[in-house]
């Protein structure tokens, strides 16, 4: 059965970097792209990066410039590098794996269950 799984979320002061990393399994995602989303309490879930099968990338305005996506896909994992890190980063931060790249959440057919990262001020 195909899963996602994050991992390395956590507690941050403001202005440090983190690291998630998530984990696919369960088929070759090497054909997916893979793309990470957010959530915080009472808001929509927002698109923050994807990178296509052929290493395409794109990110959302709000975190150009400070977060990363790569990915290794010989060993199925996507990861998202997050520097400067604000309060307003708090949230839940998802994977996800789509046919192909979109910022559009409605496209990815398979999701992780999400790691917190809460940034104190």
């Known amino acids: 059965q195909e899963q996602l799984v994050e991992s390395g979320g956590g507690l941050v002061q403001a202005g440090n970097s983190l690291r998630l990393s998530c984990a696919a399994s369960?088929?070759?995602?090497?054909?997916?792209?893979m793309g990470w989303f957010r959530q915080a309490p009472g808001k929509e879930r927002e698109f923050l990066a994807t990178i296509s099968y052929n290493n395409l990338i794109y990110y959302a305005d709000s975190v150009k410039g400070r977060f990363s996506i790569s990915r290794d896909k010989h060993r199925n994992w996507v990861y998202l590098h997050m520097s400067s890190l604000k309060p307003d980063d708090t949230a839940a931060y998802y994977c996800a794996a789509a046919k192909s790249a979109s910022t559009n959440s409605d496209a990815y057919e398979y999701w992780g269950q999400g790691t917190q990262v809460t940034v104190s001020s």
């Open positions: 369960g088929r070759s995602f090497g054909s997916y792209a």
